[in-house]
């Protein structure tokens, strides 16, 4: 039977949407371990976590950012997997849903990481899906002069540039090649470098026959500190990919 793992990263997350995610995944009918990072200041979910089966806490008394906190996730699994997921905390889904696609990706020898259609709460089609960013995107997207979305059919299967690092499948063999994320990311254009370094191991791809939930939070364009996180990132990942 295949195994999974997973982590989710939180930083003063609140109770009721993790729970969401943490039960999204422990309805997964296979055998699993989850591990969630605190990146927050103080830890207000330790006795909360511990409730949950399959679920292992880790504070870290600082924040370390979105990929490290992943890398360190990964690097105290206790059990070998088979395919490794990387999950928001404002991410929710149907277990049986999730376990059909992690069979369906295990079978395909070609596929390296794969992630589900996403929908908003009202069922419509959150775009997750988009071009590699350039430098033009980058200002067009910050000035709503262009998205850089890609437009993908409902039940469609289908080779992506990249997609959003809400919700991540990889096959465990892949995310240990790369060696994780690239911890040069604090936060934001994480998810586009690994989805290019995934890509010498195999097809990236989008099938929109499965779906998870995600309670979108629009961070960089609405706090000046993200958005300079976001800049940086952008920055060094232009410097990197150049």
Known sequence: MIKISASIVVYNENKETLTKAINS?????????????DNSPVSNLKKFIEEFDNTKYIFNNKNIGFGAGHNLAFKNLQKK??????????????????????????????ISLCVPQ?????????????????????????????SGELDIKNNTIANIPFAHGCFLIFKTTIFTKLNGFDERFFMYMEDVDICMRAKQFG???INSNFNIYHEYRKGSSKNIKLLIWHLTSAIKFFWIHK
């Open 203 to 205: 097809k990236t791809v």
């Open 25 to 37: 995944f422990n309805s997964i009918n296979l055998e699993k371990e989850l591990i969630i990072v």
């Open 81 to 110: 997997s088979d395919i490794h997921m990387i999950i928001n905390p404002d991410v929710y889904f149907n277990g049986n849903d999730i376990k059909n696609m992690t069979i369906w990706m295990q079978k395909d020898k070609n």
């Open 118 to 146: 996403v929908l908003n709460a009202n069922r419509s089609v959150q775009n997750i899906v988009r071009n590699i960013p350039t430098i033009s995107g980058l200002l067009k997207r910050k000035l709503h002069l262009g």
